[in-house]
C-alpha cells in the first residue's frame, strides 16, 4: 500500500490546516483509516479514525470539537480537518490504514497495518 501524504505545515495558534491521505490500494480491502501523531521522545498517539463503509468516526479526547475526520471513497482519501490548533498539537503526523474494525476501540497503533510516511505539523505560540 502506498500512501500520498499532504497538507502539513506551520500555523500560528487559532490557525487551521488540512491533510489529506490517498491510498494505492482500493478502500474495500480496507475498513478503517486514520492519523496519529508522535513528538521526539514519545510514543505514537492516536488522533482521529474513520470506518471507511460507514463513516463512523473516532477522535481522541484532546482533539473532539477541533479537528473532524472524513473520507472520500472514490478518490481512496482521507481528510483531517484541524481547527483552533493548539501549540501542544505540534507533532508528526501519520496517516495509516487497516483491513480490520474494532468499533470504538479501533484505536489502537496495532489496528493501523499500512503507514504513510507522515507530515510535520508546527503550530507557534
Known amino acids: 500500500v502506498e500512501f500520498v501524504e499532504s497538507g502539513g505545515g506551520s500555523v500560528q495558534a487559532g490557525g487551521s490546516l488540512r491533510l489529506s491521505c490517498a491510498i494505492s490500494?482500493?478502500?474495500?480491502?480496507?475498513?478503517?483509516m486514520g492519523w496519529f501523531r508522535q513528538t521526539p521522545g514519545k510514543e505514537r498517539e492516536f488522533v482521529a479514525g474513520?470506518?471507511?463503509?460507514?463513516?463512523?468516526?473516532l477522535y481522541a479526547d484532546s482533539v473532539k470539537g477541533r479537528f473532524s475526520i472524513s473520507r472520500d471513497l472514490q478518490k481512496r482519501t482521507a481528510y483531517l480537518q484541524m481547527n483552533s490548533l493548539k501549540p501542544e498539537d505540534t507533532a508528526e503526523y501519520y496517516c495509516?490504514?487497516?483491513?480490520?474494525?474494532?468499533?470504538?476501540?479501533?484505536?489502537?497503533?496495532?489496528?493501523?497495518?499500512?503507514w504513510g510516511q507522515g507530515t510535520q505539523v508546527t503550530v507557534g505560540q
Open positions: 474513520v470506518n471507511l463503509p460507514a463513516g463512523i468516526e
Open positions: 495509516g490504514a487497516g483491513p480490520y474494525w474494532r468499533g470504538y476501540y479501533t484505536t489502537a497503533l496495532g489496528d493501523y497495518k499500512y
Open positions: 490500494k482500493s478502500t474495500s480491502t480496507m475498513y478503517v
